[in-house]
């Protein structure tokens, strides 16, 4: 079955970088569509961004471009998600999903917190 | 502020019928799109409940039903059980912002 295995908790301080990795496993990596989503208790997701495991092209949404970057690696299966100039408002659980058809999200990793304190 | 709006809470006692309501705008409900909907356990990832307004993923119990009508969505729960209670969140695309986007969620209480 599809299983989407994330790296572990993070505390980083204001202006650092972080790095969150989201094993794939159970399908064929390339096939599909990947996103990475964050969650703020008690409010909904929010998108962040989408990279084609295939070409590795990536899309992002507007309020991360130019901090956030994803990336892959179809030798091991491994997604990454680097967010830069961390703010204390970036503490969040992060999440990668699979996309099916640009649409929905029909797996999701069990979510990585990165906390950003000083 | 969530593009789509949900109402913050509803309740109801086992075997009851409850909604949830979704209300979009003319940029992603409006426009056609399609709605989705999740439930997250606590201290859990949201789980796919409901795709393209009406279809259960294999597994989801069949008291789980959607519905899409304009600018609006439902998400009902008949026969509501105690492992019900959960957050729901629904989720569609939206044309302006060009990004999927999030309803602010619902926590459903079994009385």
């Known amino acids: 079955q599809v299983q989407l295995v994330q790296s572990g908790a993070e505390v980083k301080k204001p202006g650092a970088s972080v790095k969150v990795s989201c094993k794939a496993s159970g399908y064929m990596f390339k096939t599909y569509f990947m996103h990475w989503l964050r969650q703020v208790p008690g409010q909904g997701p929010v998108w962040m961004g989408i990279i084609n495991p295939s070409d590795g092209s990536t899309s992002y949404a507007q309020g991360f471009k130019g901090r956030v970057r994803m990336t892959r690696d179809t030798s091991t299966s491994t997604l990454y998600m680097e967010l830069s100039s961390l703010r204390f408002d970036d503490t969040a659980m992060y999440y990668c999903?699979?996309?099916?058809?640009?649409?929905?999200?029909?797996?999701w990793g069990q979510g990585t917190l990165v906390t950003v304190s000083s | 502020q969530s593009v789509l709006t949900q109402p913050p809470s509803v309740s109801g006692a086992p075997g009851q019928r409850v909604t949830v309501s979704c209300t979009g705008g003319?940029?992603?409900?409006?426009?056609?799109?399609?709605v989705h909907w999740y439930q997250q356990l606590p201290g859990s990832a949201p789980k796919l409940l409901i795709f393209?307004?009406?279809n259960r993923p294999s597994g989801v119990p069949d008291r789980f039903s959607g519905s899409k009508s304009g600018t609006s969505a439902s998400l009902a729960i008949t026969g509501l059980q105690p492992e019900d209670e959960a957050d729901y969140y629904c989720q569609s695309h939206d044309r302006s912002l060009g990004a999927s986007v999030f309803g602010g969620g619902t926590k459903v209480t079994v009385l």
């Open positions: 999903a699979r996309g099916i058809e640009n649409d929905y999200f029909d797996s």
């Open positions: 003319t940029s992603n409900l409006g426009a056609g799109y399609d």
């Open positions: 393209d307004n009406t």
